[in-house]
Antibody, heavy 122, light 109 residues
Framework: EVQLVESGGGLVQPGGTLRLSCAASGFTFSSSYWIHWVRQAPGKGLVWVSRIHTDGTTTTYADSVKGRFTISRDNAKNTVYLQMNTLRAEDTAVYYC??????????????WGQGTLVTVSS | QTVVTQEPSLTVSPGGTVTLTCASSTGAVTSGYYPNWFQQKPGQAPRALIYSTSNKNSWTPARFSGSLLEGKAALTLSGVQPEDEADYYCLLYCGGAYVFGTGTKVTVL
């Protein structure tokens, strides 16, 4: 069974830092899957944040987090990280990690984690 | 930045059919946007339903189908069940980045 388990959320002051983790199991982590982060502010819609390729060298970010967030992965630990710096109140959200399989003519989003809540407040 | 727009809310009767759409501010949605659709119920993580326009994820009930309709991505629910009441989101691949739609709240009444 594929599982994605996020951790590392919590309360942080504006301007602070936090590192989220996404631990994956039930599939070959280093195979052809991208891992994405998606967030959802309380009572709001889904917002795409970032993605990282299998090899860890290709990353993409939403404009709203570019320069502040860094995504990385450790294939030996089956884990993806989201380093979040210079946090703002508007970063408050549940953060989900998501598995995405990309083929020659296909993009398949399949499994989602349960999410971890990040609250940025003084 | 691309804005992806969905109907804010739709109401459907049990057993009825409803179609949700997903439009891009940059123009017609094509298969190259690889539309994905998700269902989210209160207090739960989203669940994938459709990928790459019209392919069902392995757990997706047969009553859900995806298509392209008049320049938009579309999700059709046929024979709606009470448990289909939820928020639905589309996701488009937009030149290296991804953009979620604004979401549609489906009420079964």
């Amino acid at each position: 069974e594929v599982q994605l388990v996020e951790s590392g959320g919590g309360l942080v002051q504006p301007g602070g830092t936090l590192r989220l983790s996404c631990a994956a199991s039930g599939f070959t982590f280093s195979s052809s899957y991208w891992i994405h982060w998606v967030r959802q502010a309380p009572g709001k819609g889904l917002v795409w944040v970032s993605r990282i390729h299998t090899d860890g060298t290709t990353t993409t970010y939403a404009d709203s987090v570019k320069g502040r967030f860094t995504i990385s992965r450790d294939n030996a630990k089956n884990t993806v990280y989201l380093q979040m710096n210079t946090l703002r109140a508007e970063d408050t959200a549940v953060y989900y990690c998501v598995r995405v399989r990309v083929g020659a003519a296909s993009v398949e989003v399949d499994n989602w984690g349960q999410g971890t809540l990040v609250t940025v407040s003084s | 930045q691309t804005v992806v727009t969905q109907e804010p809310s739709l109401t459907v009767s049990p057993g009825g059919t409803v179609t949700l759409t997903c439009a891009s501010s940059t123009g017609a949605v094509t298969s190259g946007y690889y539309p994905n659709w998700f269902q989210q119920k209160p207090g739960q993580a989203p669940r994938a339903l459709i990928y790459s326009t019209s392919n069902k994820n392995s757990w997706t009930p047969a009553r859900f189908s995806g298509s392209l309709l008049e320049g938009k991505a579309a999700l059709t629910l046929s024979g709606v069940q009470p448990e289909d009441e939820a928020d639905y989101y589309c996701l488009l691949y937009c030149g290296g980045a991804y953009v979620f739609g604004t979401g549609t709240k489906v009420t079964v009444l």
